[in-house]
């Protein structure tokens, strides 16, 4: 069976997810997430595998937009993208800039995986030292 490749990138308001099946996107899917991320991200994930006709067993990689971007929104989508990329044993590759999917995809095919996608705000942490 050919690679079936889930794609997330969640660094901004509008979060999208992609299918891939090797090179060929047989899906991509934009919607109004923002501050409901969390709460839509899964059941999107389920509707783009229900909408193909698979199920998560069906990935072998995923591939993430590891930013710069939202603080929390990266932070959700990799969350996610690591969790999958673990629990179903499947490589996981990160990247940034606009041609992230297809770098990704390339580093996919020369066997590559991270094992574990680090997020890249584009700027040091802000930490709130604790009050005494």
Request: without cysteine; charged residues 25%.
């Amino acid at each position: 069976m050919p690679n079936i490749i889930l794609t997330i990138r969640t660094d901004k308001p509008e979060a999208e997810l992609g299918l891939f099946k090797a090179k060929r996107q047989l899906q991509y899917y934009k919607w109004p997430a923002d501050h409901r991320l969390a709460e839509t991200i899964h059941l999107k994930i389920k509707h783009l595998l229900d909408d193909n006709k698979l199920s998560l067993k069906d990935l072998n990689s995923i591939v993430v937009f590891k930013g710069p971007g939202s603080f929390t929104g990266l932070r959700i989508g990799l969350s996610v993208a690591n969790a999958l990329a673990s629990s179903l044993e499947i490589p996981i590759v990160a990247a940034t800039g606009d041609q992230w999917i297809e770098r990704s995809q390339a580093r996919l095919d020369k066997g590559e995986n991270e094992k574990l996608a680090i997020p890249e705000y584009g700027s040091p942490p802000h930490i709130t030292l604790p009050k005494k």
